[in-house]
């Protein structure tokens, strides 16, 4: 599977004056910097993250000064991209990274996304082992030390099929992710309720899945708005009442241009998207970089 850059994201939809986020379970919107009526500006290459070829599936702790992300060197030829989950920090929201320090369930395999809720305290990540072809998703549970010394494979996860980019928001941290079956489905955007440390059965998000590639999709604390990837660029969704289908466009920056690559993270003030975009050749990723567009005052 070809995951995502492998596989992200949250903003603010352009005219609407909101911030998104993800479904209405309690999120605290921040008062904005920037006017959140008007599209994003030009991208920016993010700075810092120690130097790594391939970078993305960036997610923030509240606050925006830390960070979760999937870094990795570029492979030598023939061989995969084996991306590991790093924990990085900044001195404001405008600074560059600080060396990032890899996260203690990291290991030899692959594990290409993550998401950290809010308050710092779960993690959901993907992994796809050396001796398999698919990826699965896991969660930890941060330590007295905020450390996350040990994973556990979620019981959602469905054996043979690739599932990753997951994002977690608000209390009651309810899950967004990407699904694919290989041959029979392409990567469709699924959400599953948490309660008590457990996920309900997984569910797609009503009215956004094609065709195409939707890798995951975040929804407003109003439940009326969304962003997601569709086909490696951006669209924004709105419909009329929670429950109701999407009605999806595109996501275009101050220029009128649709923007392009995989959403990773909008701050919570709704100023700041951040996003990867990726390169690939015979199927192979090559290059992946993150970047940040910010609105005007």
Known sequence: ??????????????????????????????????????????????????????????????????????????????????????????????????????????????????GISEDGEVMVFAREPAAASTTDLYEADAAADGSFPSATRLAISMPGVDEGVPHLWGEAKTLYFSRYVDGVKFNDAFYAVRSGGVYSTAAEVPGVNTTAYENAAVVSASGLQLILNRADVMYVGTRTSTGGDFAVTELRDDAGTQIAGSVDWVSADGCRLYYSKATYSNNALVSSRLYVRSRPL
């Not at 919107?29 to 993305?56: M, N």
């Not at 990274?97 to 993550?114: L, Q, R, Y």
């Open 1 to 114: 599977m070809r995951q995502r850059l492998a596989f992200v994201l949250v903003a603010v939809l352009p005219g609407c004056g909101s911030v998104v986020g993800r479904p209405s379970d309690g999120s605290t919107e921040v008062a904005p910097r920037c006017d959140p009526s008007k599209p994003f500006g030009s991208a920016t290459p993010l700075g810092g993250l120690g130097g790594f070829e391939l970078q993305q599936s960036l997610s923030f702790v509240a606050g925006e000064l830390t960070a979760y992300v999937a870094l990795a060197h570029l492979p030598a030829a023939g061989q995969r991209s084996d991306f590991d989950i790093y924990k990085a920090t900044r001195a404001s929201d405008v600074a560059e990274f600080a060396t990032p320090t890899k996260v203690g369930i990291s290991t030899t395999d692959n594990e290409p996304s993550v």
